[in-house]
């Protein structure tokens, strides 16, 4: 492991070229939306024996997407990372990776995505994941130098891996797959937008139009987050009420929803990067709960 000096003066790291391939791939998103999948995937096998190669194969599939995903991103905004402190030791910007290669990469591990879930799943959820590249790397990538509007944008392929899941097991799309979708586009928003502040600055220095950075007072962040937090509630109640949970779910979703509405009020009336720092980590316990529930709430 070697270090250097990046453009900002921050201590850059040298990694293996092992490591530096898997930062590529954004593995914390791309871990989300394997979860999600695969939780699309267990409760659209409801009263059928759950089939454990689509599953494996809607696994593989989501991986080698949303790898590829997160390279091609990084390929895309190579330039941008660059400019700031959060992201500037990445793979690209930082040099270790050719540009080149990042490409040659995502290109070919997300198009092995798409092959894996049509091949081996269904055509509804191989569309799907193409749908997610499309939204997030030609659609919300650029338009967050354009537009506050992008988060919302965003929330779309970020919202789509519980459908690929569903579509792999079903090959349909029912109220109960939509309610997984909906779950995930609400939660979303006060889990990005809560970053987002805490690295305002950052995005600010890379002339990204986001609305951490067009609102400097953070009101209109802060009232976002409120809005789609109590817009999350039903949400959350949306399983119970097309049928596909119970109510031990519905007590637990609501109890969740209540504590995570709570941290977004005392965020609205106080700004500060503690609150949004608490915000963000309380979004990651809410959906990692919310997804125990629904697995115990399954099984029970």
Not at 136 to 143: A, G, N, Q
Not at 247 to 254: H, K, P, R
Request: hydrophobic share 50%.
């Amino acid at each position: 492991m070697k270090e250097g000096i990046t453009q900002n003066g921050a201590i850059a790291v040298r990694r293996s070229p092992v490591f530096d391939y898997l930062v590529l791939t954004k593995p914390e998103l791309t871990l989300l939306s394997v979860v999600t999948a695969l939780g699309g995937a267990y409760l659209a096998a409801s009263g059928t024996t759950l089939p454990y190669s689509v599953l494996l194969h809607t696994f593989l599939g989501t991986l080698f997407v949303g790898g590829g995903a997160g390279a091609l991103n990084q390929y895309i905004e190579r330039d941008l990372d660059i400019q700031m402190r959060r992201t500037e030791n990445r793979p690209l910007p930082s040099g270790r990776i050719h540009q080149h290669h990042a490409l040659l990469f995502g290109s070919v591990l997300s198009s092995a995505g798409v092959l894996e879930l049509l091949l081996f799943t269904h055509a509804l959820a191989a569309f799907l994941a193409v749908l997610t590249l499309a939204t997030y790397l030609f659609l919300y990538t650029p338009l967050k130098r354009v537009t506050p509007f992008a988060t919302v944008i965003g929330g779309i392929p970020g919202a789509l891996p519980p459908l690929i899941g569903w579509a792999a097991v079903s090959g349909e799309l029912t109220m109960g797959a939509w309610s997984l979708f909906f779950i995930l586009f609400f939660w979303q928003m006060p889990h990005f937008l809560s970053l987002g502040w805490m690295y305002r600055k950052d995005y600010a220095r890379a002339d990204y139009k986001l609305l951490m950075v067009v609102d400097p007072s953070g009101e209109a962040s802060s009232r976002q987050i409120l809005v789609y937090c109590v817009a999350l509630i039903p949400a959350a109640f949306m399983p119970t009420m097309v049928g596909i949970l119970g109510l031990m779910y519905f007590a637990g979703a609501l109890l969740l929803s209540l504590g995570f509405l709570w941290l977004a009020i005392k965020l609205y009336k106080d700004r500060s990067n503690a609150n949004a720092r608490r915000l963000f980590f309380a979004s990651l316990l809410y959906l990692s709960t919310l997804i125990a529930l629904m697995i115990v709430d399954r099984v029970t």
